[in-house]
């Protein structure tokens, strides 16, 4: 059975930074690209950010260069360094296999609230 188990999230003021993670179980890591996705309350899923097997990443415009995702292969886990938040960085976030339209298995989700 695919686990992924994000955590992390919280509440910070704008300009703040948070790392949130994923524990991935279930599937072979080193082999899988990851990504992160978000939702906004009341808005439709956003792709942020995607790392591929090779290491090789990419982000969505709008978070280009304040996050940044990570891999650590030794310990199955997938990371997003989020610096100099803002408010319209609040959503849920959720860590899923794959990239693009093939993503696959997703976790539960961990909420970033970014306010004063």
């Known amino acids: 059975e695919v686990q992924l188990v994000e955590s992390g999230g919280g509440l910070v003021q704008p300009g703040g930074s948070l790392r949130l993670s994923c524990a991935v179980a279930g599937v072979n890591f080193t082999r899988n690209a990851m990504s992160w996705v978000r939702q906004a309350p009341g808005k439709g899923l956003e792709w942020v950010s995607s790392i591929t097997a090779a290491n090789n990443s990419a982000n969505a415009d709008s978070v280009k260069g304040r996050f940044a995702v990570s891999r650590d292969n030794a310990r199955n886990t997938l990371y997003l360094q989020m610096n100099t938040l803002k408010p319209e960085d609040t959503a849920v976030y959720y860590c899923?296999?794959?990239?693009?339209?093939?993503?696959?298995?997703w976790g539960q989700g961990t909420q970033v609230t970014v306010s004063s």
């Open positions: 899923a296999t794959g990239l693009g339209s093939l993503l696959g298995s």
